[in-house]
């Protein structure tokens, strides 16, 4: 490579720097992608320089190796492990080479807890699970935890933690899971978690309290609980970065001084206090930790969660003393009793109290117990006695008909029946193989792994089979097979090309609710609204393009709505497809509605809101179409996710080749566009170079011109 023509900009070495890097091989400019500061979008995420600094050429493989020597020196030193920094910024191939290459030398070393996790700023499960399954870390810092578990403290209903602790499963494989990932409240980049809860509390006095609950909640809930310096003496803090990063000797920031501090004085002196009553509480959680391993690994059951403010409980498993721990957490202001079923009962079986309550509990004979938890509290019990295995032995049914298509991170379900703990490992094989490879182990309702086949091709037969073991030792089993398929991508480029996992359903939730029929449910809001559990609110997945779609007949008026995924409010997307975005508003005058959702994009939209625009031509069989010059067919959808008018869409999946398209609006040819933005005009030609080529279509609305760029 030549630094004065490879690279979009053209390296340089102040003079006397041309030695100044240690290892020798980063003095070479030749391993750096030379691109500019990131824009923190597209390829540029990964090749832009991370504000001002320089961004490896880590597709190269004397970069990758270099890397791993420099890291497998301090693995040698000693240290326990690494916390890594912005990895979603590096392409998923380093990690899987590097991550490896430095937990091979711990291992050389007999360092056998040392442990790798990484920084994926993105709270998503789905998103980070990448990294610790296909990228090999073994963990990610979970940021998911720290928005929920602050939002729970803050008084949100228990129903979206329950939810969140639902998408573990994304994380399980063969050599990893959920309960590895260090959890967080707050830190240095986002701010403190005293801050975040000081809008949610009246008085310093209310403020404590909610500190104090967060922190119990991290410490007895699965990962590994982090607590950021500062915090455990009170540290509120003003904001993110510098404003959250007050160090602990006494500061001559004015700043800093003139902070409040939850629990003790402000001002500038040292903060190492041993009495501080945060470091006193923090210091008591851990040692409840440690005395009781199965609030750190125990397996993690969610057993109730109220509908709003209440209590969120969950089992603790302790598989080798086979003992159930019961973790109740309470975000109400006043206290709150829950009946919930457990594995223990009978014989003298009762739950003794270890932290936040004296109280016992006393299962009945079926196994339900109650418990009344106090205000803003977490309270946890132990049972005095192993949990009770039955006498029948557990049920399993894997969820994949035989023959069904698999692509991308595919979910694979089984159907678990047992009177007692049990934990399902999903296996799979290529057809004719006679080993069997682990996919990974569930120890929790709903039990599945999410396979990745991306790198398989297209066409091979894989057999699965989930195998069921109970506390008792009895085993059930059940298999299938699949194809693979080709990964759906809808109308937008999905970010490093990644395939595309549906979700289980789609609800059309908003004020339109009670006008499509919906009953009350307790995620709504009392009047039939906003009801993302609704049978009749939901759209439907057309197989041929992926997109959910429905229609439904309203009365004329005003309405607004989001698109809530899997009946519940944890993932959400409103106005420009943003998550936990503002409502999107339209009005109807004659009734009939479309809507459309895209989850490639996350983007949703009705028919009231502007037209459904598709590029119809002779390339949509190659995307998947049933056939070519199918206007219905939303594999090539162009969005209008900002609202300007002006319609888009992005592909890497047309081949070489030159192609003729229009433009078609509401799915029909009734209204089209072609050459020049003439209404019924001539085709229009896309050339495409090579394979691999991304496509760009753009179409303005105003003018229907239509541009198209393949590069």
């Known amino acids: 490579m030549d630094p004065a023509t490879s690279f979009p900009y053209t390296p340089f070495l102040h003079a006397g720097d041309e030695n100044a890097k240690t290892p020798a091989w980063l003095n070479d400019v030749n391993l750096y992608h030379n691109r500019g500061d990131s824009t923190f979008a597209g390829e540029s995420s990964t090749y832009g320089d991370f504000i001002g600094l320089d961004d490896l050429f880590t597709e190269r493989p004397e970069v990758v190796s270099g890397m791993g020597d420099i890291y497998k020196q301090w693995v040698d030193f000693g240290i326990d492990g690494f916390r890594i920094d912005t990895v979603k910024h590096v392409n998923l191939e380093f990690w899987q080479k590097f991550i490896p290459d430095i937990l091979g030398e711990a291992k050389r070393i007999k360092n056998d807890d040392f442990f790798a996790f990484g920084e994926v700023y993105d709270g998503n499960p789905e998103a980070m699970s990448q990294f610790t399954t296909a990228g090999k870390l073994q963990a990610t810092l979970d940021f998911g935890f720290q928005q929920q578990g602050v939002d729970f403290a803050k008084g949100k209903p228990a129903t979206v933690l329950a939810d969140f602790f639902s998408k573990d499963d994304w994380y399980t494989d063969a050599d990893s899971n959920a309960y590895q990932l260090p959890t967080f409240l707050g830190n240095h980049d986002m701010g403190r978690v005293a801050m975040f809860l000081q809008g949610a509390s009246s008085t310093d006095a209310e403020l404590m309290q909610r500190v104090k609950f967060a922190d119990a909640l991290m410490f007895t809930m699965r990962g590994n609980p982090v607590t950021y310096h500062g915090d455990e003496q009170g540290f509120i803090g003003t904001g993110g970065d510098q404003l959250a990063r007050e160090d602990m000797f006494a500061s001559k920031v004015d700043i800093y001084n003139g902070e409040k501090v939850l629990g003790g004085p402000s001002g500038s002196m040292d903060r190492f206090s041993t009495d501080a009553p945060l470091y006193t509480w923090i210091r008591d959680l851990s040692q409840i930790r440690a005395k009781h391993p199965a609030l750190a690994d125990g ?59 004296d109280k016992a509990a006393k299962p009945a004979a079926d196994g339900t117990v109650t418990v009344t938890v106090p205000p803003l509290s977490v309270s946890v019990w132990k049972a005095n006695k192993a949990i009770t295995t039955g006498s029948a032995a557990p049920t399993v049914a894997i969820k994949l008909a035989a023959g069904s298509s698999v692509a991308g991170r595919a979910e694979v379900g089984a159907d678990v029946t047992a009177g007692t703990f049990a934990q399902t490992t999903f296996l799979v094989r290529a057809l004719g193989a006679t080993d069997w490879s682990v996919v990974g182990t ?116 005003p309405y607004g709505y989001k698109a809530a995924l899997n009946r519940s409010w944890t993932d959400n997307y409103g106005a420009k497809g943003e998550k936990d975005g503002g409502n999107i508003d339209f009005e109807t005058t004659d009734g009939t509605v479309s809507f459309y959702y895209d989850h490639a994009t996350h983007w949703v939209t009705s028919d009231e809101e502007g037209p459904i625009i598709t590029a119809a031509g002779t390339f949509q069989s190659e995307l998947g179409c049933s056939a070519d010059w199918a206007p219905a067919c939303m594999r090539p959808w162009l969005q209008d996710k900002d609202g300007d008018g002006v319609y888009s869409w992005s592909t890497k999946l047309i081949p070489a080749g030159s192609w003729n398209f229009k433009i078609a609006h509401g799915l029909s040819w009734t209204e089209n566009y072609g050459d020049g933005g003439v209404r019924d005009g001539g085709e229009m030609t896309v050339t495409v170079p090579s394979a691999g080529s991304t496509t760009t279509f753009r179409y303005d609305s105003a003018t229907h011109l239509t541009s198209v760029t393949s590069q």
């Open 299 to 357: 397996a993690q059951i969610n057993r109730y969660a109220a509908d709003g403010a209440g209590v969120f409980a969950v089992s603790r498993y302790d598989r080798d003393a086979k003992v159930e721990y019961i973790v109740a957490a309470n975000n109400a202001m006043t206290a709150q009793t829950a009946s919930f079923a457990t594995w223990t009962s009978g014989n003298g079986r009762v739950f003794t109290p270890v932290f936040g309550t």
């Open 442 to 557: 569930d120890d929790n309702a709903p039990f599945r792994v999410f396979h990745d086949v991306s790198g398989m091709p297209v066409g091979s037969v894989l057999e699965y089979r989930a195998v069921t073991r109970d506390a008792a030792g009895r085993v059930a089993a059940s298999g299938s097979w699949a194809v693979v398929g080709k990964a759906q991508v809808g109308g937008g480029e999905v970010e490093n090309g990644d395939p595309v996992t549906q979700p289980s359903s789609v609800a059309i939730a908003g004020t339109l609710n009670g006008e499509m029929g919906c009953p009350h449910t307790p995620l709504g809001n009392g009047d039939n609204d906003w009801e993302p559990d609704c049978d009749q609110a939901q759209l439907h997945l057309d197989g041929n393009d992926q997109i959910w779609k429905g229609t439904w007949t309203l009365p004329a008026g």
